[in-house]
């Protein structure tokens, strides 16, 4: 069995950690959290190879490694080229971080048709999680015995298990539904050599989230215990305690990073949340 961190050690040192989706917002983050803890770090996006050059530049800034792959999590070739050019990098992987998902709120596809979106989301957040999951894992069990034990941590919604009204709603909570549940059973599989855990994000200040309407902005501050907005580096504290010795002792588990959602408050006047919409 793979020797694990002793609990009260919070660092990554010396570790090799993949992020997907690493060239902007949450993915950016995770690989900047783990990168000031010590790890080395595959940063992978789909086309932006500026966006990931700028971040391997931030990582090489603090005195560690990056090395960028482009690939896309929806194909199943690029899927296997991604872990196989990971594993090479480095002759192991000590953390993989499923964070790539399909952006299907900004950009030429708001237009798409409910159809076109939910595929899309579902082949690249549903399909591309689950194969990356068994792929990396696979390897992960294979490994010599290291500094730390082997994790895998995907990317959830806290809303998925309470649902939202809307087109949105309906598709990513029928996604990230899945990848919860898909999480809990991967670590029933991998136990005792991987633990796989899933971070449930809530209102985070993303792209979509820095020019959300009004509307929008209220909902996600009212919808918090906390009363704000979620930021990026949020989710990635979350994620490196998860990859960390610090929790050691825990798998199959889904941790909401929302500021404590507040559930059952009524919508304000102004709030179309009997709408049809598709944000």
Request: aromatic share 6%.
């Amino acid at each position: 069995m793979a020797a694990t961190l002793k609990a009260a050690d919070p660092t990554m040192e010396g570790s090799t950690v993949v992020v997907t989706g690493a060239s902007s917002g949450i993915g950016r983050a995770i690989a900047i959290a783990f990168a000031e803890s010590g790890a080395d770090v595959v940063i992978h996006a789909r086309v932006r190879r500026g966006e990931l050059e700028s971040l391997a530049e931030r990582i090489r800034a603090v005195g560690r490694d990056a090395f960028p792959v482009l690939a896309d999590i929806a194909e199943p070739s690029d899927r296997e080229r991604l872990v196989a050019e990971s594993w090479n990098w480095r002759g192991r992987v000590d953390t993989w971080i499923n964070n790539a998902g399909a952006d299907v709120l900004t950009g030429p596809i708001v237009g798409a048709s409910f159809a076109e979106k939910l595929d899309r989301l579902w082949r690249t957040d549903v399909v591309g999680t689950i194969e990356l999951t068994r792929l990396a894992g696979r390897r992960m069990r294979e490994r010599p015995a290291s500094a730390y034990a082997a994790s895998i941590v995907n990317m959830g919604w806290d809303q998925a298990e309470w649902g939202m009204e809307g087109d949105s709603g309906e598709m990513f909570a029928a996604a990230k539904g899945a990848v919860m549940a898909f999480t809990r059973s991967a670590a029933r599989s991998m136990a005792p050599r991987v633990r796989v855990n899933c971070v449930a994000p809530g209102w985070i200040r993303t792209a979509w989230g820095e020019n959300a309407p009004e509307h929008w902005q209220r909902r996600a501050v009212r919808e918090s215990l906390l009363q704000r907005w979620g930021t990026p580096e949020d989710v990635a504290a979350a994620a490196r305690f998860l990859a960390s010795g610090a929790a050691a002792f825990v798998t199959g588990q889904v941790i909401a990073v929302n500021g404590g959602l507040s559930t059952g408050s009524a919508p304000p006047s102004d709030d179309p949340r009997k709408e049809p919409r598709d944000v």
